[in-house]
């Protein structure tokens, strides 16, 4: 007889890998992997079970050879996390060095106080993730877009410890966060030059299977104030001297909260700034927002019960009422500034992580977009305590970035591809450009900047109708999962190994 049992399992398993390959289904990267161990182990019982007085020397042949496989991939593989945001595994051989930086432990450094701030010509403060409002719009460009004409100039470029934090520029000091050893460290470079001016540290190491190690939030600086806030990946609050990096106080924000055990990629939110309190996301469970006195570190106020989430709490005006909107762990919510009272909550349940930022559209709406199976929806929020949907949808499927609206229109980073979304409707009206799973900002009413997984940098014209693409940057060249920050005319980009600096032409 035909062999039929391989050929329905080709069939069937081919199918379902096929479909999910061309859908660009979330979960394609571990049928890929998945699928064809267990076409194997299915036809290899077949093979070992199929044919009479051979089984059980089959069998033991069929046993050995999983054995053995086993064994080289537990004694001769080494995992090395996630090659890129589809969860596709970066093998190597144990024997291999890995390609990573080998960087000296960094201790605490403190800067001299200095009334000297003197930035260079073309910097703007950007004291916090996406921006100064946290919704990635950004100014219009001061810059030059025509990068082949006039490209942009090499500041520095330096190798940094693990991490995905990105940038927050106040003067001529450029802050992030990094893992050096078993420190998470704050540190303070200066833009001009790419030297490290201070740094603050804690004993703490973050480490996951698919991320990697090291801290993930933005730190948010208050110029004015003098102080830099820095969320760890543990969860560590710090408030530090922006001249020096001294510690004014820190918190624990999963205690504080309550949260019986941290995200399970860790911390990644960053703290937000009010005239009077530090608003902080929480832990996976428990309270879902803290507000901590500025001065004191003393805690203001609780609120919420649904634990937190990846995205970062965010001042909003909807409605005409300005308040706190948070993405939690199975919710969004929004607050009132000064006592986290909760004004209205809309339940957004799901086991898989929600990392894009809430953005506004028009006066009174909200788009929130995830992946993983989680539809994305644009709501209307009206004063009453529970908004009310206009639609849910399966795009844009953002996972790691944040979409952004020009106009009737959105723009977003869909499962690794950028595509357009018509907001009125809902429907995707074109999906290209592989940029992978980077992060992106608005600039202006014309421009996208993106910056790709991969590395490059590349400059996109929203249009409705198609990509446009008008500029491209090679700037790291590795997997690049940080956010970019354009401070004024000056690009600071970084991944898990290498940060650089560019200066863009001036127009």
Request: with cysteine.
């Amino acid at each position: 007889m035909p062999p039929l049992f391989p050929l329905v399992t080709t069939v069937l398993l081919g199918g379902l890998l096929a479909w999910m390959w061309l859908t660009d289904n979330v979960m394609r990267s571990a049928a890929v992997v998945l699928v064809p161990v267990l076409w194997l182990l299915l036809n290899g019982l077949w093979w070992a079970l199929h044919q009479k007085g051979q089984r059980l020397k089959r069998l033991a042949v069929f046993l050995l050879g999983a054995v053995l496989v086993v064994l080289f991939f537990r004694f001769a593989v080494r995992y090395e996390g996630s090659a890129d945001g589809s969860a596709w595994p970066q093998l190597a051989f144990r024997w291999q060095k890995k390609d990573a930086p080998e960087l000296p432990m960094l201790g605490e450094v403190k800067a001299e106080p200095s009334l000297a701030d003197v930035a260079p010509a073309g910097v703007r403060d950007m004291p916090r993730f996406l921006g100064a409002k946290g919704d990635g719009v950004l100014p219009a460009a001061e810059f030059e877009t025509d990068w082949a004409a006039k490209p942009p100039r090499e500041v520095w470029r330096i190798q940094i410890g693990p991490g995905w934090a990105g940038f927050a520029v106040a003067g001529h000091r450029a802050i992030t966060q990094e893992q050096r050893g078993e420190l998470e460290c704050v540190t303070c470079y200066d833009i001009r030059d790419g030297k490290l001016l201070w740094s603050h540290t804690d004993k703490a190491h973050f480490n996951e299977l698919m991320g990697g190690e090291g801290p993930r939030a933005v730190p948010t600086v208050d110029s004015v104030a003098g102080v830099v806030f820095t969320m760890g990946a543990m969860g560590h609050l710090n408030c530090l001297d922006l001249a020096t990096g001294t510690k004014k106080w820190q918190r624990e924000v999963l205690k504080d909260g309550g949260a019986s055990r941290n995200l399970e990629w860790g911390k990644s939110s960053s703290p937000l700034l009010t005239a009077s309190h530090v608003i902080c996301s929480a832990g996976d469970d428990g309270a879902s927002l803290i507000a901590y006195d500025r001065q004191s570190g003393e805690i203001a106020w609780k609120a919420g019960n649904d634990g937190g989430s990846y995205a970062s709490p965010v001042l909003l005006t909807l409605a005409g009422k300005e308040q706190i909107v948070t993405v939690n762990r199975g919710s969004v919510s929004g607050h009132e500034v000064g006592s986290g009272e909760v004004l209205w909550s809309f339940e957004w349940p799901g086991m898989f992580p929600k990392v894009a930022q809430p953005l506004v559209v028009g006066t009174n709406q909200l788009l929130i977009t995830s992946s993983y199976g989680l539809k994305s929806h644009l709501l209307e929020i009206t004063g009453s305590k529970t908004p009310s949907v206009i639609w849910a949808e399966s795009n844009p499927r953002t996972k790691f970035s944040s979409a952004s609206v020009f106009g009737d229109h959105a723009y977003a980073i869909d499962e690794g591809t950028l595509c357009c979304v018509n907001l009125k409707t809902g429907e995707r009206t074109w999906r290209e450009g592989r940029y992978g799973f980077g992060q992106q900002i608005r600039v202006g009413d014309d421009l996208l900047l993106i910056q790709t997984e991969k590395g490059p940098v590349v400059l996109v014209k929203p249009s409705p109708e198609k990509l446009i693409e008008i500029a491209r940057l090679d700037a790291l060249k590795s997997k690049t999962w940080n956010p970019p920050t354009l401070a004024g005319r000056w690009l600071l980009l970084r991944n898990d190994r290498e940060a650089v600096c560019y200066e863009l032409a001036g127009k």
